[in-house]
């Protein structure tokens, strides 16, 4: 091992998950041509000619991302695929091949992995994906469980999250904030356990959430839709981190502001009757929950008509010129700066 002999120590709690990428990918510059996009969207773009190849790849870590007291290996598996083919979907692309990279303890059995694979194998089926490869180690302790997704699309339908342009439509698919709410009733069962186990977790009527929370769908629906109805999203993400987030991404890399209006934001029922019971603003979920997985998106005015006949997209703003900043609009008309708060490990969890 060596020693690291310089003076500055930097924290990682300092730079956070996005600091930490920039400073350690700061000035690349591609040496291939094919590499049209690298760093810096859901996933990177490769051109070969007459299509690009889409990459994307997540890290799961068993204490960080996932609790194996409440969440089953198969639902694990199958969120661990869903949510790279997810990146795919934000490119406008499809997903075709996946590698599968798992750590495990000897904690865990054969039946137990299994598990775990039955249910990226299930993602597989159901998304068309082909599981061509990966690696096998065994860990000191605990899972980890990485995961490469490559998709294709043509070249003129990739859509970056850095190409939006001023007065844009704003649009979400499905309902947001469910699945962090889904997360606060499993910590909280799993908080009522431990204090006595012979208490049954009480999670009737909540299946909607806890779905959105352990089973996630990449939304290859939404792409279908549009396309059927003619729209190219102008710029796209998907919702991993909570809505500010992610349209803090399109703004900034687009060189845009934004203004979003409270009232237009889609949350579902029972996602608000859960926030009102842990007596948190279903906004709040929305905006800073998380892994909802549902597009975030920007098209052209002249598509209004057209997005406002779509069931299930939701047109929630529109984005401004940078110096007008970015905005939450509540119902009273007053304007909230939009921060990223989003699941941000490395500060919340110090790891
Ligand atoms: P997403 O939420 O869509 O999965 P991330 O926020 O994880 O995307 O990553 C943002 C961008 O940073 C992506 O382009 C990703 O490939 C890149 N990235 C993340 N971690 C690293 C790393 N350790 N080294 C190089 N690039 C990274
Ligand atoms: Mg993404």
């Known amino acids: 091992m060596t020693e690291d002999i310089s003076p500055k120590r930097t924290e990682l709690s300092e730079l956070g998950e996005f600091g930490l990428i920039d400073r350690l990918t700061a000035g690349l510059k591609p040496f291939n041509a094919s590499t049209l996009k690298g760093v810096g969207d859901d996933c990177a773009v490769i051109d070969h000619g007459d299509h690009v190849s889409l990459i994307t790849k997540d890290l799961l870590i068993e204490g960080v991302h996932f609790d194996l007291s409440y969440a089953p290996l198969k639902h694990l598996g199958y969120k661990a695929a869903a949510v790279n083919i997810s990146d795919i979907v934000a490119?406008?692309?499809?997903?075709?091949?996946?590698?599968?990279?798992?750590?495990?303890?000897?904690?865990?059995?054969?039946?137990?992995?299994?598990?775990?694979?039955?249910g990226i194998r299930l993602a597989?089926?159901?998304?068309?994906?082909?599981?061509?490869?990966?690696?096998?180690?065994?860990?000191?302790?605990?899972?980890?469980?990485?995961?490469?997704?490559?998709?294709?699309?043509?070249?003129?339908?990739?859509?970056?999250?850095?190409?939006?342009?001023?007065?844009?439509?704003?649009?979400?698919?499905?309902?947001?904030?469910?699945?962090?709410?889904?997360?606060?009733?499993?910590?909280?069962?799993?908080?009522?356990?431990?204090?006595?186990?012979?208490?049954?977790?009480?999670?009737?009527?909540?299946?909607?959430?806890?779905?959105?929370?352990?089973?996630?769908?990449?939304?290859?629906?939404?792409?279908?839709?549009?396309?059927?109805?003619?729209?190219?999203?102008?710029?796209?993400?998907?919702?991993?981190?909570?809505?500010?987030?992610?349209?803090?991404?399109?703004?900034?890399?687009?060189?845009?502001?934004?203004?979003?209006?409270?009232?237009?934001?889609?949350?579902?029922?029972?996602?608000?009757?859960v926030a009102a019971e842990f007596q948190i603003d279903p906004v709040t979920a929305a905006m800073n929950g998380g892994e909802d997985y549902e597009l975030l998106f920007t098209a052209d005015v002249n598509d209004f008509e057209k997005l406002k006949e779509?069931?299930?997209?939701?047109?929630?703003?529109?984005?401004?010129?940078?110096?007008?900043?970015?905005?939450?609009?509540?119902?009273?008309?007053?304007?909230?700066?939009?921060?990223?708060q989003g699941f941000n490990h490395m500060r919340d969890k110090q790891a």
């Open 124 to 273: 597989c089926e159901r998304y068309k994906v082909d599981l061509v490869g990966g690696d096998t180690t065994s860990s000191v302790s605990g899972l980890f469980i990485s995961i490469t997704v490559i998709g294709r699309a043509s070249k003129d339908e990739v859509v970056y999250r850095n190409t939006a342009r001023q007065n844009d439509l704003i649009c979400v698919s499905g309902d947001l904030g469910g699945a962090y709410m889904g997360l606060l009733l499993l910590e909280r069962e799993k908080q009522v356990y431990k204090a006595n186990p012979q208490m049954q977790p009480d999670l009737e009527g909540f299946d909607y959430i806890l779905e959105r929370q352990l089973k996630p769908e990449p939304r290859t629906d939404v792409l279908e839709k549009l396309r059927k109805a003619g729209i190219k999203p102008t710029a796209m993400i998907d919702i991993s981190d909570g809505l500010a987030s992610e349209i803090l991404h399109i703004a900034k890399d687009s060189g845009l502001g934004c203004r979003i209006y409270e009232n237009k934001i889609p949350v579902d029922i029972v996602t608000a009757e």
């Open 310 to 340: 779509l069931k299930g997209i939701h047109i929630i703003g529109h984005m401004t010129e940078k110096a007008e900043g970015e905005y939450l609009i509540s119902e009273g008309g007053s304007l909230y700066p939009i921060e990223a």
């Open 91 to 118: 490119m406008n692309g499809k997903a075709e091949q996946m590698l599968v990279g798992i750590s495990v303890s000897n904690r865990f059995s054969v039946e137990a992995l299994e598990e775990l694979y039955a």
